[in-house]
């Protein structure tokens, strides 16, 4: 976004970048609750692996100590997982974890609106391959309500 931005720049059209964060989906991650001791997960991890199942410690945060058997995009894949350690005898629990998606606007300031054509914007999107334009509205000059 930098490119747009400075090439918009030279041509005297005054831009800024903003970020935007927006809500991709969900991953599920199946794991075990932490035990009493890290001695005790860590026995646990390795009766896990003995018998062939992806595991792993987890080293920080609410869940420390606790032993993570994946991350997931689809929920029948975990739930799969879920099946198969309860049926070895295990608790599994699982966790949505909300996934991001980060885009980059390049917002063109009022007076280089009007230098922005249909020329332009084709050179644009030909120099920046994935590059999109959209028109967008004002911001605080009104609003739905």
Not at 8 to 36: C, E, H, K, R
Not at 68 to 82: C, H, K, Q, T, Y
């Amino acid at each position: 976004m930098k490119g747009v931005e400075q090439r918009l720049l030279a041509l005297n059209i005054q831009s800024s970048i903003q970020s935007v964060d927006a809500a991709a989906g969900v991953d599920y991650w199946v794991y075990l609750a932490p035990l009493a001791s890290r001695q005790a997960s860590l026995r646990q991890l390795k009766e896990l692996q003995a018998r062939k199942i992806d595991s792993y410690l987890i080293s920080q945060g609410d869940l420390q100590n606790g032993i993570s058997l994946g991350i997931f995009p689809r929920l029948d894949s975990a739930e799969s997982v879920m099946t198969r350690l309860k049926d070895a005898g295990y608790e599994p629990l699982m966790r949505e974890l909300p996934r991001a998606h980060r885009d980059y606007w390049v917002r063109v300031d009022g007076e280089g609106r009007r230098l922005v054509d249909d020329a332009l914007l084709a050179t644009l999107v030909k120099d920046f391959p994935g590059l999109q334009h959209k028109i967008m509205p004002c911001q605080g000059v009104a609003s739905r309500e």
